[in-house]
Structure formats: structure tokens, C-alpha cells
């Protein structure tokens, strides 16, 4: 039996590896939701037994750290928190700059707007090649000795470059997009965390909401909704794919689980340092993620669903060309 609900380390605490992703609520899938709907979900997160959660100073252009503000920091002892500097956005135009001022700065903003005066971790969001790696990581460590942050990490980073940051100054987390059907870590990520003791989050666990098994017509998107711009979800690929979906629901249903909580145990599943942080709006689906963390489910179904859903079956590329062309992670061939 796969039994995933053991605490993992992440930094110098012990969390559930189940954790809130925190960008729904601003961004992304379509309209942002109601902000005292955002503060109850958030609020209702850390009653239902939450410990982690992760933001960004570029969701909702800080929105998402202001409603953690009014949510949760008055409780501030009972979770891990993490936050993301490194892509900077003017308009709807947005850049990466991973300099060491930029990165100083873009973190005591996000003190002021999380009400806080530490951060447990900060990741660099994409990789910035007009910088060198020791400069960033250097600023970094710098924030760390100031007692500002209690560790860094770095988002959609080659094996490669985390093991050059890692000789730096040893890093706490790697965060990458993991689920079923996007598995670019296993071409190096996931073994070089494991290898250096580095926690491994994924983000995007549940394949953008479509391993929820709830998304039918993936014409109807809204038109603020980012996945209209991902290839599986275009005409071209949603049909091949929504019927490998409903095949897998059919796995999950049998095993007694949701789709989305085998999804969440496959990903669990796939080492020791492995956590996840699906997001969402809804409270229902908030608490169906964290069950994932808390049950137990033969060895062979989670196999069958890594069998059954991944990067050779699934149709279409993870992003467009474009979008790619900015990610430092390998690629399958």
C-alpha cells in the first residue's frame, strides 16, 4: 500500500506534503474570486489542517500575499510559508530579473504586503541567464544571514543550474509543474533533488484541473483562463486527451479515491521529498486535495495511473512554443 500522509521535510520543519497552492484565487483560471471569499478559503485551509502554504509577489500582482495577510498571519507559528520573486510584470508585459538588488527589493515588498518580517522560503522564479547564478544566490544568501528568509529556492530550473546554485549556497526547494502527464523532472530534476536533499514541490499536480475529470468541453474556458493558450486543452489535442481522463477516473473511482487524490498520491508517490500544492476556489475541493494526504491506496493502481497517463500518451506539447522558449527545464525529445 502507498500510504503518503507521512509529514515531509521541507526546509527545518515537517509539513504535509499536501500544501495550498495560493494563485487561484487571483488569477490564472479565469476572474479572480471575491476577496472575503479568498480570505475564508485561506482562513478555512489552515482550520482544516493545511501547513504550507505558497504565494507569489506576482499573483494578482501581490494580491494573493495581501489576502494571506488578512487570512492567516495572525496564526503565523502554525504554518510554513513561501512566497516567489523574479518575474516582474508592467501592464500585461512581463519580464524575469533575477539581479540582486531586484531581488532584495521585490522581497521586503512582499514582507510589507504578507504583514510579516520572514519569509520560511523564497523561490526564484524562472531562471534569469543576463545574471550569474552565484550573483542571484548570493543575494539570496544575504537575505537569509539578515534573518529575512529562512531559505531559498528556485522555480523551473534545469538539474544543471540547481546543482551550480546548490555549490553556492544549499538550497532548500525545488518547484516545478509534476503531475501525470508532465513528467520534464524526471529527465534529471527529480533525481538531483533526491541526490542533494532538496524538497521537490509541484505545482500544478493535478494537470492544470484537467486530472480533476470535471472539465468536459475545454472550448467553454473563460477567455481570462491561461489554459485557452495551452496546446492539450486546444481542439487539436482535448479530445485525445479527455478520453485518457475519463479512463483514469474510472482507475481513481475504483480504488475508491477522486480522480484528483489519485492524481495528488501519484505525484506523492514518486519520492520522499515530493510535495504538492494544488490550487483552488473551491472549499470542497480544498479539503478533497488534503484527503489525498491521508489515504491509503494499493501499489498497483498507482501504477496503473502512471501507465495509463503520461507525457508519450497524453496529446500536445506542455506550452506553446513561445511560452517554452522562457522555461530552463529539459524537454523530452
Not at 32 to 53: E, K
Not at 138 to 166: F, P, Q, T
Not at 302 to 322: D, F, K, M, Q
Amino acid at each position: 500500500m502507498i500510504v503518503p500522509h507521512t509529514p515531509r521535510r521541507l526546509g527545518p520543519r515537517l509539513v504535509n506534503p499536501v500544501g495550498l497552492g495560493c494563485m487561484n484565487v487571483c488569477w490564472a483560471y479565469g476572474d479572480a474570486i471575491d476577496r472575503d471569499a479568498a480570505v475564508a478559503l485561506f482562513r478555512g485551509a489552515l482550520d482544516a489542517g493545511y501547513d504550507h502554504f505558497d504565494t507569489a509577489n506576482i499573483y494578482g500582482q501581490g494580491r494573493s500575499e495581501e489576502i494571506l495577510r488578512d487570512a492567516v498571519m495572525d496564526r503565523r507559528g502554525e504554518f510554513y510559508l513561501a512566497t516567489k520573486t523574479g518575474i516582474v510584470a508592467t501592464g500585461p508585459d512581463r519580464a524575469i530579473d533575477c539581479r540582486p538588488e531586484a531581488i532584495t527589493a521585490s522581497i521586503d515588498k512582499s514582507l510589507v504586503r504578507l504583514g510579516t518580517d520572514f519569509v520560511d522560503l523564497v523561490y526564484m522564479h524562472r531562471f534569469d541567464p543576463t545574471v550569474p547564478i552565484a550573483d542571484s544566490v548570493g543575494a539570496m544568501a544575504r537575505l537569509v544571514e539578515a534573518g529575512k528568509i529562512g531559505g531559498y529556492g528556485v522555480s523551473e530550473w534545469s538539474a544543471a543550474h540547481i546543482r551550480e546554485a546548490h555549490a553556492v549556497f544549499p538550497m532548500t526547494a525545488v518547484q516545478h509543474e509534476y503531475s501525470l502527464w508532465t513528467r520534464n523532472v524526471e529527465l534529471g530534476v527529480l533525481q538531483t533533488t533526491a541526490e542533494l536533499g532538496i524538497a521537490m514541490v509541484a505545482f500544478s499536480p493535478v494537470g492544470r484541473g484537467a486530472l480533476c475529470a470535471t472539465l468536459g468541453d475545454a472550448s467553454g474556458l473563460m477567455d481570462k483562463d491561461l489554459r485557452r493558450t495551452m496546446p492539450r486543452f486546444t481542439a487539436d489535442h482535448w479530445p485525445h486527451n479527455r478520453a485518457l481522463i475519463e479512463r483514469f477516473e474510472a482507475l481513481a473511482l475504483s480504488a475508491g479515491v477522486t480522480a484528483a487524490q489519485l492524481a495528488l498520491m501519484w505525484a506523492m508517490a514518486q519520492g520522499e521529498h515530493v510535495h504538492v500544492i494544488p490550487g483552488t476556489t473551491s472549499p470542497a475541493h480544498m479539503a478533497e486535495n488534503l484527503g489525498a494526504s491521508a489515504i491509503d491506496v494499493p501499489a498497483d493502481v498507482i501504477a496503473a495511473a502512471g501507465e495509463l497517463i503520461n507525457h508519450a500518451s497524453v496529446s500536445g506539447p506542455r506550452y506553446n512554443a513561445a511560452t517554452q522558449a522562457a522555461i530552463d527545464t529539459e524537454e523530452f525529445a
